[in-house]
């Protein structure tokens, strides 16, 4: 390469490089078009009670699923995710199942604020989802992908039934500038947060510190 | 309630997508210099050009990548639609205005390199003015194939068409060329 294309290369990456050094590997189809369930949220919600009904849905082929939505026996709903490109399907499948809540992506410049309801502040809408316990490992049904690495994501228990009528749980994700050390090596690593909204909840969410009053 | 969980896959190449996007960047920027060298005797202008299509395509690339084996026509199809936009500025006069927020402030040896560069466009420059009053695609069937290397696979994925109608329109462009040509000589 001549020194104007490497010197062009070293300014891209440090202009703009920061969001592609941050997504581990990127989808080679979209979501759209990988198996879905064919079922109406109804009787997903039905077959719930009797067993545990996994969809995991995936926004890649070979890679990583980005992530996974489970119904679990109680009527709670385990969202997993392991990539921000796994937001739009999750969304998707959440509202197939008629769950209000929805994952919104951090974004810079985000304006959107929507009525929060804060009578329920206290309740545990969301958890960590606990290792164990008599639902199917969503690690295990990831890892059974052909393909799939060794899951590392967020994996979150939603109390869809706790939450409130009208209302709308909204779940933030966020990369974190600093990575931590997995296994030896050094990898991304995620926060988030949750909240409820009256009616229908922002899409988007500024970065901690810089939410509109 | 926030909670901390660790995310992605520890099996991912370092870098990421960065180093994805770097393979494909360092082997198609000549190409995509090559494509602008043909549109602009400008040393300024191609190497603009040719950063605001790498740009593009890295904003774009985690979330609305190319396929795999597509990624040829994925970038030209960016580079046409920016050089699309470069035209409409330029129509619009206000190129001059643009051109002083350059992000790529050339030095004298990288100037000497893309004027190089514009230099041996010159030959695939009068073919295409050969096929000016053809349709545009037409033009770019011929470029994308006999002047940048695409297969025609590949040059109907960046133009939108099937791979039949590229063959169709290459063909009778070649027709054309040659008719020119022999008219030239």
Known sequence: MSSFENRLWTELAEEHGGPLA??????????????????????????AAVLASVLSLTASTSTTPAYAVTVNPDGSVTLTLTSVLGVRGANQTLAKLGVRAQVAQIEAGCTQTGERDLTRINDPLVEPRKPGGRQPSIEAQLKRRKGAAAFAGIDLVIHANQIPQGDTLLITAELNRRPFKYHGQTVPSVSSTDGLYRGAAPTCSPPVGHHAS | MTSAASLRSPD??????????????RSEVGLVTGFFARRSRDPQTVADLTADTFVEAMKSFASNGPADGCERPWLFAIARHVYAKHCQRAGRRDDAARRD???????????????ERIDAQR????LLAMLAAM?????????????????????AAALGVSPGTLRVRLFRARVKLRKEIKHNV
Request: proline share 9%.
């Open chain 1, 22 to 47: 941050r997504t581990a590997s990127r989808p080679r189809d979209r979501p759209s078009h990988r198996r879905r369930a064919p079922l109406a949220a109804a009787a997903v919600v039905a077959v």
């Open chain 2, 12 to 25: 991912a190449p370092p870098g990421g997508c960065l180093a994805e996007f770097e393979a494909l960047y």
């Open chain 2, 101 to 115: 927020m350059a992000r790529q402030t050339l030095d004298e040896d990288e100037t000497e390199q893309l004027l």
């Open chain 2, 123 to 126: 030959t695939a420059r009068e």
């Open chain 2, 135 to 155: 349709p545009e695609m037409d033009r770019e069937a011929v470029e994308l194939v006999d002047l940048a290397g695409f297969t025609p696979t590949q040059a």
